[in-house]
């Protein structure tokens, strides 16, 4: 999943809704009053202060806000536990690149570029927060806004996990039936990564809702339940063979599709099967690997499919084998291979499709 930016992880869950550093700002917002916050208070960070007082107390929401009256920057520890300094003028590095236009925030994304810690723009004239670390930027939106959002997204992903549920079943009754064309698998692998694109865009917003969120994030995971396995499981049956680390790579190229490509099919055919020619034949056949099937054996190891996989090459050799071969292929025992084969055969059955997938 594409989630918040790594350098704001941290940051992100100091200012979740309900936190103390959280409440200091709103406070400061709710005064339409500004601020300027620097979460730490090492000698990289006072090699760029000016001015102001030392206080080093406990830091609190009501402090926070009422010192936010001075006209200068605040300092506080890494942790948002104590503040250091108050009005404090930050020097840092004025050629440094910045998109901000007024001074204050302009200020905190130097500070956050040039001495690498979080800093906090509070703006009195937007009102809005704006959290910076390093290269990474984000604004704050109210906890009404982003569960509003959270739920839009939670809603478009349930359609979207439908018809990847849709295509899914078709693809896995086109395997038994030996059926399986070119778009048959670049529909699921479009619909799983439309899937992931959205879970991802959830994610990010639950981050930020903190504790808010945790009930919206039960349903995230029960909504994109068992669909990263299943892409991952579909570009191991079907990617071109002999391209080394070809699954991760399949899932890498995916990703890298802009949204607007990913509507249609050909990027998508390209990221599983690089070498294909122009223009593309999207019913031409393939042929699964058994991936998908085996790993829906609970009787069957990682390492039992594995070497499965890789005696047949073909589903539908897979199927149509002994036990006898299916025990020596996967070293398993006799009675073992007699229960894969009867499962293989009651999935192989016409009344099984519908739960196949």
Not at 256 to 271: E, F
Request: glycine share 8%.
């Amino acid at each position: 999943m594409a989630q918040a930016p790594a350098a704001l992880g941290q940051l992100l869950a100091q200012v979740v809704p309900g936190s103390p550093l959280r409440e200091g700002l709103e406070r400061i917002l709710g005064a339409h009053m500004g601020a300027l916050i620097v979460l730490g208070d090492g000698p990289e960070v006072l090699a760029i202060c000016s001015g102001g007082f030392h206080i080093d107390t406990e830091m609190t929401p009501q402090r926070l806000s009422e010192l936010a009256k001075m006209d200068g920057a605040m300092v506080l520890d890494r942790e948002a536990k104590r503040i250091v300094w108050v009005n404090v003028h930050l020097i840092p590095d004025p050629s440094a690149f910045t998109i901000e236009t007024g001074t204050r925030h302009r200020t905190a994304e130097r500070v956050a570029r040039c001495v690498g810690v979080p800093v906090v723009a509070v703006s009195e004239e937007t009102g809005r927060i704006t959290l910076y670390e390093r290269d990474a930027r984000r604004q704050l939106q109210p906890t009404d806004a982003l569960v509003g959002r959270a739920n839009h997204l939670l809603q478009t992903l349930d359609r979207f996990r439908a018809r990847f549920d849709e295509v899914n079943g078709s693809l896995g009754a086109s395997e038994i039936a030996d059926m399986v064309t070119v778009r048959d698998v670049a529909t699921v692998l479009q619909r799983a990564e439309m899937v992931a694109r959205v879970a991802d865009a959830i994610a990010d917003v639950l981050d930020e809702l903190g504790e808010h969120g945790r009930l919206l994030r039960l349903q995230l995971n029960e909504l994109t339940s068992g669909v990263f396995e299943d892409r991952r499981l579909v570009a191991a049956d079907y990617v071109a063979p002999g391209q080394g680390d070809a699954v991760d790579q399949t899932l890498a190229r995916l990703a890298a599709i802009p949204a607007d490509d990913l509507l249609g099919l050909d990027h998508v055919v390209r990221a599983f099967r690089p070498g294909s020619t122009v223009p593309l034949d999207l019913d031409a056949p393939l042929v699964p690997r058994g991936y998908r099937l085996l790993r829906r054996l609970p009787e069957m190891s990682r390492a039992e499919v594995e070497r499965l996989v890789a005696h047949f090459g073909d589903l539908h050799r897979l199927l149509r084998a002994p036990a006898g071969e299916l025990a020596e292929a996967a070293e398993i025992g006799e009675d073992q291979a007699r229960l894969v084969k009867g499962r293989l055969a009651r999935v192989a059955d016409a009344g099984a499709l519908d739960r196949f997938g």
